[in-house]
């Protein structure tokens, strides 16, 4: 268990006083698996263009966290410090991060300041990076990849912000974008999917205290369609996690009170959190592929020359994305306004 902080006169003062040793270990971790897989995957194989991948990454996610973990503080929550998962995989390099909280909230309020400050922290260093990313992105002339690379989906709120630095109207050039802006999609991402309204989710936690023991009822429905989905549109990557939501279970645990109201004006902004979901996620997010058939994704990898010999740019190339129903391309650059391309 945690121990208990002490006052200065050495009496305590009510709240836990968290374990740094192992969070601080698992977080030197996880910095070097993300600059490793920065380093493999969007660096350029270059050290320096990993570091522009992983720093950004880290700094999204610890924002994040100490979101929540201020939270917890503030209100005398019992609470770990946070746990980041290191993961010398790619496409991320970590598996996020967790805070575990002992006990029961003390209140609604408290639950949804607590779990609305995490997605809202994370969310304003990733629109910096994805600004200042884009920024150092630069065009070049469209060439389909001719080797196996990674395919990223494209979020509405990805397009929107490369829309102010780029005209991506022209069918012959590509976006190809900096280590720190592939950084910000992974943020976006994350946070974006940590806001889906179930269980012990963030979302779960907003969606709780919006709507107190009738939530169950909503996320039990909005699971069903979800799972509906995946077999309906064949997104077979989706049924892991659906399957791991299932198993932890759709239902929120009461607060100590929950009869106390959140207010207008929290109520606002959690439906205005929870609404980021739309354009902050994509269905199909990534997807392996090989050889030069159809540049219709955004794509990032190392750049490599026509000898096989990596260039060493700290930037990845992004083709383009496809359209979600199959029937036709829609290049990453001439985006049509008919297109059926759904964002969540």
Known sequence: MDKIAKTENGENDGRPKARWRK???LYVATWATTTLVGFA??????WGGAFLFSAPLMIILTAHEFGHYWQTRRYGIPASAPFFIPLPLPPFGTLGALIRMNGRVP???ALFDVGVSGPLAGLAATLLFLIVG???ST???ATAPSEETLVFGEPLLF???SLLFFDRSDPTSTLTAHPTAAAAWVGLFLTTLNLAPFGQLDGGHVFYA???RRAVYFSTAIFLAATAAVFIFERWNWFLPLFLLALFGLEHPPTADDSTPIGPLRTAIGWATLALIAIGFTPNPIEVESGASEPENVVF????????DERGEIFAATPNFRDERGERAKTWNDFDEISTKTPC
């Open 159 to 161: 397009r929107w912000v």
């Open 41 to 46: 995957l969007y660096g350029g194989g270059s």
């Open 139 to 141: 065009t070049v002339a």
């Open 107 to 109: 209140s609604a309020k």
């Open 210 to 212: 919006l709507l107190r």
């Open 23 to 25: 969070p601080l270990v």
């Open 301 to 308: 990898f190392r750049l490599k020359d026509a000898d096989g």
């Open 134 to 136: 884009l920024a150092n």
